[in-house]
């Protein structure tokens, strides 16, 4: 049996889409650029705010990035007004987590969203204290995939990596559990394909939030 879950944020608890959309339409508009479709932020998204600004602006015709030492701190500032604009759980997630804390299995957050703004939401979604650690981006502290944060998590938890499970919706999220040597789970309700999860080491892929149950109890 798993020992401990770490849970990416945007894309695999929570819809987030629309916040961060939002946030970095804002800076595409405030250099004239048009809003990009809420839908292209799925792929924009995953690597920090920062990165999918870029990614933004670069769709929009700023293909250098000129805009983005400007831009970004107003990007981080609109977020920071409206961080749960349109946000939500996925189905079952919050039955699964309840589910996860009765067996006495601890539970985590690893973001590359804002840290403070990842409290924030997970913790409104949540409630204070319900996850027993929450780690998004901070200065310092290098982004996934990078797996420092994930290995620092799990020595907080006091557990092994190879003990935990880390599951998430994006090719960064495999990358950072497999690089941590954790057993990474790509979910297929988030931001990206299942075929980005694949070609990226998902030992596996799993469609409904329910079946981490499973995989918690039958996996060594």
Known sequence: MKKAC???????????????????NRGLEYFGY????VQEYKYYAGDGLNVAFLRALRRAGDVDGRCLKEGTPLVRQWLA???LYRVKPYPGIEETLA??????????????????QAVQVVETLF?????????????????????????????D????????????DTNTDMLTGNRAGMYTVGVTWGFRPREELEE?????IIQKPEELLLLVKELP
């Open 6 to 24: 770490i849970f990416d944020l945007d894309g695999t608890l929570a819809d987030t889409v629309e916040s961060i959309a939002r946030a970095v």
């Open 200 to 204: 990226n080491g998902a030992k596996r």
């Open 99 to 116: 589910r996860m804390k009765e067996m006495g299995l601890p539970i985590a957050v690893l973001s590359n969203k804002p840290h403070k």
């Open 127 to 155: 409630g204070q204290g319900y996850f027993d650690r929450i780690q998004g981006q901070i200065e310092g502290v290098l982004p996934k995939p990078d797996p420092a944060g994930a290995l620092k998590m799990a020595k």
């Open 81 to 83: 007004q409206e961080p």
């Open 157 to 168: 938890l006091g557990v092994s990596c190879g003990s935990c499970l880390y599951v998430g």
């Open 34 to 37: 048009g809003k990009r479709p």
